[in-house]
């Protein structure tokens, strides 16, 4: 009861605290609290969260967009400390076709002897960056930051542009208040869509209020296209949308989710059309057909499709005497990505152009990729570009060029599609670097026709362990290890250790492995991407057999035995994403210490999920004075879906348990 009266008050209070809000009255009620009344794990807490969204009308300019952003977030601890640094992105198309921040106040609340004292943003601690040529961001960090304090800002960002970004309603932390208010003219008509993958859905109010605007003679862009030109007073219906909601939880980031932000609640307005007073029209909203149509047509990527007399002399002199499709195929794909190397930006329209690329070096994404099908074009090869959207960039919900920010290429082949990117010195054919395997991309055919294709990799990526281990009577054991990994674990292994030397290698592979100590490394195939790696390595480890009384205790995968089990919550609000299809083998030789015999082995055992897309066998067999494991655990499917959880969670703790199961020695 008492707790239920304690979240009544707070929730009490929050209502209040939204009506009564004002910036830079911050309370010594909020600068005491230790910890989040709902949250106790909260490292910070969005206290109050607005965000408001009109066009304000200009003389000269028209209609321009206003987001007017206020946050106020209390800072529990050190983990919070992120928080006290924000970041506003600025699209930046021309010198006079811009967003602008304006206004821009910020402080830091503290204790002082019971008072409540403040510290203002320094221009010092704002820092402007140009991203590239059409993006910059606004960067700032707040001062004074101790456990405890409170910050607060506000901004506005002034927009040209009608479009209206998505609305954030959800954070990593708590949100308290959380109010937005979105105001658009009559004119510009905007479908309106929550993230149908979030699990936290508030609700939508929707009106309309009369609005007049009275003009002082001048006439805008917007107005010449055919706005009630003939009286001083204008009057239009602007519609409303709103979303009032306390106590919006947390994002909690679950092991093995994709991209958290495909799951976190906002607010998307599509602008959908725009209708004049008059009946003229013009339709923005689209369907996936025509996004990928209109960004073919484009100089920066279609046109870089047909630009082939750069490359026509090399390519003619690397291809001399080949005549097998595929031979060519390869030659040129490792030719592409010998001769231009990714410059530090990605996207799916070209930078500098394909030939600027191919003289320099070095291009984006685009300019590598563009080039890579344009070449493989030129040599008869049935290839084409295919966008997608990278893991970090998310799933779009929506059909807007937003939605895609990379670009590949694919050979068809009667078979399916070889797919390539030659931006990365470890992929090789259907393998790609893990960020782009994001759900589905769209193949872009000659003359702009499109289809979706299916990115998620089919095969299993293996590793094959096989362990040797003799133990000593001072418990501490010998032996060798070698493993094979193929496929995206190969590509893993390579772009983790890409650079180090020996020494650096070695201290990477001992560590979490205990007080081990590796010799002897060994590598098979290091740089042949197209083959699986192999290494091998001399190991002496100690700690890894326990002595209880008269009797040993050790897991059989010694230093490779799970620590823990990863999945522990009782209930899943994302799928488990394991990116690709495993198979982990492991064989297991272990020679007894002198003197000892076995008194109990792991059971041999096997189990299934879901119809073999898991699966799972421990076989355990003692011959004389050696015992032998073998463990083999196939996921057969990456995704596991939420409602698969449960039944996947008891596969896992079976594998979990028969991993971490001792062997029994006694005395002989």
Do not use: C
Request: hydrophobic share 35%; proline share 3%.
């Amino acid at each position: 009861m008492k707790y239920t009266l304690t979240i009544l008050l707070f929730i009490t209070i929050h209502i209040s605290f939204a009506q009564n809000f004002k910036f830079g009255k911050v309370s010594k009620e909020e600068l005491s609290e230790k910890v989040h009344p709902l949250d106790s794990s909260a490292h910070a807490a969005v206290l109050y969260k607005s965000y408001k969204v009109y066009f304000d009308y200009r003389e000269n300019e028209g209609f321009v967009q206003v987001n007017e952003i206020t946050e106020r977030i209390k800072i529990y601890d050190k983990d919070g400390y992120d928080y006290a640094t924000h970041q506003v992105r600025l699209y930046d198309e021309s010198a006079t076709k811009k967003q602008e921040l304006k206004g821009l106040k910020a402080y830091t609340y503290y204790l002082d002897g019971g008072k409540v004292e403040k510290d203002k943003l320094k221009n010092e601690s704002i820092f402007e960056e140009k991203v590239n040529d059409y993006w910059a961001t606004t960067k700032f960090t707040m001062p004074s930051i101790n456990d405890g304090v409170v910050i607060e800002y506000e901004y506005r960002i002034e927009s040209p542009f009608y479009g209206i970004e998505d609305i954030i309603l959800q954070y990593n932390v708590p949100i308290n208040v959380l109010e937005v208010d979105v105001r658009t003219p009559e004119y510009f008509v905007f479908n309106k869509l929550l993230n149908p993958k979030s699990t936290f859905y508030p609700n939508l109010e929707e009106n309309s209020v009369s609005r007049t605007e009275i003009r002082k003679g001048s006439r805008s862009d917007f107005e010449q296209a055919g706005v009630n030109r003939s009286s001083a007073d204008w009057q239009f219906q602007e519609n409303i949308v709103m979303i009032n909601a306390n106590n919006v939880p947390a994002l909690k980031l679950e092991p093995y989710t994709d991209n958290i932000n495909n799951y976190r609640a906002k607010l998307i307005m599509e602008y959908a059309y725009f209708k004049g007073p008059n009946g003229q029209s013009e339709i923005y909203a689209t369907d996936w057909d025509q996004v990928v149509k209109r960004i073919y047509d484009s100089e920066s990527f279609g046109g870089q499709l047909q630009k082939t007399n750069y490359f026509e002399d090399d390519l003619n002199a690397i291809l001399q005497g080949v005549s097998d499709p595929m031979e060519k195929a390869f030659k040129i794909y490792s030719f592409v990505k010998s001769k231009v190397k990714q410059n530090d930006f990605v996207g799916y329209s070209s930078d500098q152009g394909v030939k600027q690329a191919y003289k320099t070096g070095e291009g984006n994404v685009a300019d590598i990729n563009l080039m890579l099908v344009a070449m493989l074009r030129y040599a008869g090869l049935n290839a084409n570009p295919v966008l997608l959207s990278t893991r970090s960039n998310g799933i779009p919900i929506v059909a807007t060029r937003k939605g895609f920010n990379y670009v590949i290429a694919a050979i068809e082949v009667p078979d399916g599609l070889i797919m390539l990117d030659a931006t990365d010195a470890n992929a090789t054919a259907n393998i790609l670097p893990t960020h782009t395997l994001n759900w589905q991309g769209r193949i872009v055919r000659e003359h702009g026709s499109s289809a979706w294709v299916n990115l998620l990799p089919s095969m299993s990526s293996k590793e094959i362990t096989s362990i040797n281990a003799k133990l000593n009577t001072d418990l501490s054991v010998d032996g060798k290890v070698r493993t094979l990994f193929s496929n995206y674990l190969a590509y893993n292994f390579r772009d983790d250790y890409k650079g180090l030397d020996e020494e650096s290698h070695i201290a990477r592979l001992e560590k979490n492995k205990g007080n081990i100590e590796i010799s002897n490394l060994e590598f098979t195939n290091q740089y042949e991407v197209e083959k699986p790696i192999t290494y091998s390595y001399d190991y002496h480890v100690e700690n890894e057999v326990e002595e209880i009384g008269d009797k040993l205790y050790f897991s059989p995968m010694l230093f490779f035995t799970p620590k823990e089990n990863i999945f522990k919550q009782e209930n899943r609000s994302y799928p488990i994403d394991f990116i690709f299809p495993i198979s982990e083998k492991y064989t297991v030789n272990v020679m007894l210490p002198e003197g000892y015999v076995v008194e109990s082995l792991p059971e041999s055992s096997k189990i299934e999920f879901n119809g073999r897309e898991g699966e799972f066998s421990y076989l355990a067999r003692e011959n004389g004075s050696m015992l032998q494991f073998s463990i083999n655990l196939d996921l057969n499917k990456s995704l596991i879906l939420t409602n698969e959880y449960k039944q996947f969670k008891k596969f896992f703790e079976f594998v979990i348990e028969k991993e971490t199961e001792k062997v029994v020695l006694k005395k002989g």
